[in-house]
């Protein structure tokens, strides 16, 4: 196949996922297969996965193996690259050859690729609020290695091959496991009775909420054939003005309207980084909780109309029962609507 047989969505709801496995992968995966799409994802070890149900059709093969990829992804017109080396660790060595990889399988196939973008392009003179043009002077070792990996779509797309770019902030969600909200304000499988808070009192702080943000990927995809051909969108989310706001939902809707922020172990993660790689990446993030940065939607909404946002205590609450850290049956015991009957409403510009 080549870049002049037409691969449009219109004809063609067929799409490979990347990190099917992940957060933003699986989220997508499931809402794509929803809209009736043929979802189809790549995984070194597809027998050891125990939930099946983000993909129809479950390949073995691995993402910096080009030629796995460009299998998987022929006859497909969107791949969802959403793979990133777990816990921050060996950026260096993976990200730029899984884009490189996922660039030549789109070349191939005429697909457009979908990438979950990250703040980290971003240094503090774009702060505090960013919009798709900012300039991208990242100050970390991982902001540098995502801005070449976005250098290289809009290469490619100068060439032909499509790309779409949705950035937001820290992700949380039912299904995600590696991320800030689950790995550092709440424990999986325990009960909330205190929220280490990472960032510094007063300072705001941007979240996304997975399923929200899957939602925004599939509108914008439904109108694939009125976007450029390297196109970026910023979303809202979650605006935590304070860095109180989340800490305070996560009360409420465990029954602990009391509950504050507790202090964050920095200091531990400083004495252990010369020993574990996994701190001394999450250190060099640290800025990100020092200094209010917000993306701007207002891109989003002038395309879209709105952006989905799901109400962040109906949010919160669904990410609780998903890591198991509240039982489903409270979401009765506190009056908030099960998110299991719960409709997206739209967020017109909110302040």
Request: glycine letters at 8%.
């Given at each position: ?58 390949l073995?093969?691995d ?26 660790r ?26 979950p ?11 505090p ?56 304000l ?78 964050f ?74 998110t ?11 302040a």
């Open positions: 196949m080549n870049l002049q047989i037409s691969n449009t969505i219109e004809n063609n709801k067929q799409a490979l996922v990347l990190g099917a496995t992940g957060g933003i992968g699986s989220e997508v995966a499931r809402l794509l297969m929803k809209r009736g799409w043929q979802v189809t994802t790549l995984h070194r070890h597809p027998g050891q996965v125990k939930d099946k149900t983000a993909a129809h059709i479950w073995t093969g993402v910096m193996v080009k030629e796995d990829v460009m299998r998987a992804a022929a006859g497909k017109s969107i791949i969802v690259h959403a793979v990133n080396p777990p816990g921050y060996d950026w260096e060595k993976l990200v730029l050859p899984m884009m490189d990889n996922t660039i030549a399988a789109a070349k191939a196939s005429g697909a457009r690729i979908l990438l973008g990250t703040v980290y392009n971003f240094g503090p003179d774009a702060f609020l960013i919009a798709e043009n900012a300039s991208q002077f990242p100050i970390s070792k991982k902001g540098k290695i995502r801005v070449e990996l976005e250098h290289r779509l809009r290469l490619a797309a100068s060439k032909g091959v499509k790309s779409l770019i949705v950035r937001s902030g820290d992700f949380f969600g039912p299904k995600a496991a590696n991320n800030w909200f689950s790995q550092g709440v424990t999986p499988g325990k009960a909330v009775s205190a929220v280490p808070y990472p960032g510094s009192a007063g300072i705001g702080h941007q979240w996304a909420y997975l399923p929200d943000v899957a939602e925004t990927m599939v509108r914008l995809l439904d109108r694939e054939n009125e976007l450029d051909n390297f196109a970026r969108f910023h979303m809202e989310g979650h605006w935590d003005h304070d860095g109180q706001q989340m800490v305070a939902a996560i009360g409420r809707v465990t029954g602990q309207p009391a509950l504050k922020a507790s202090w172990p920095w200091p531990l993660f400083y004495l252990l980084a010369p020993f574990q790689q996994t701190f001394k990446e999450m250190l060099e993030m640290r800025y990100l909780w020092r200094t209010p940065v917000k993306l701007s939607n207002q891109a989003l909404l002038d395309f879209l109309g709105e952006e989905p946002h799901t109400p962040l205590d109906i949010a919160v609450r669904s990410s609780l029962v998903g890591l198991a850290c509240m039982k489903r049956d409270e979401f009765y015991e506190s009056g908030i609507p099960d299991r009957n719960y409709s997206i409403t739209p967020n017109h510009n909110r």
